[in-house]
């Protein structure tokens, strides 16, 4: 598996993690300690979705064309 495959299935599942933690919660049917928790885990699933994002961001390649017009992948470097 690589590594972008993991990264995907990882913001995957902590995607799903938090659209599940806000649907239990907008429910409101939760008692107070097993809401906490919901929030608690919806809040570290977006921690996850952000670090898999800012990770994602950081990779972005830049398509080329070289001087026969085939397209060369390459890093994208900041200005």
């Not at 938090?18 to 929030?39: M, N, R, S």
């Not at 570290?44 to 080329?64: F, H, I, M």
């Amino acid at each position: 598996m690589s590594e972008e495959t993991t990264e995907k299935e990882t913001f995957e599942r902590a995607l799903r993690s938090l659209e599940e933690a806000v649907e239990l919660l907008e429910e409101g049917e939760l008692p107070l300690e097993e809401a906490l928790a919901c929030f608690e885990r919806g809040v570290r699933s977006a921690g996850r979705c952000r670090k898999v994002l800012q990770a994602v961001d950081t990779r972005v390649e830049v398509l080329l064309k070289d001087r026969d017009g085939a397209l060369n992948v390459s890093e994208f470097k900041e200005e």
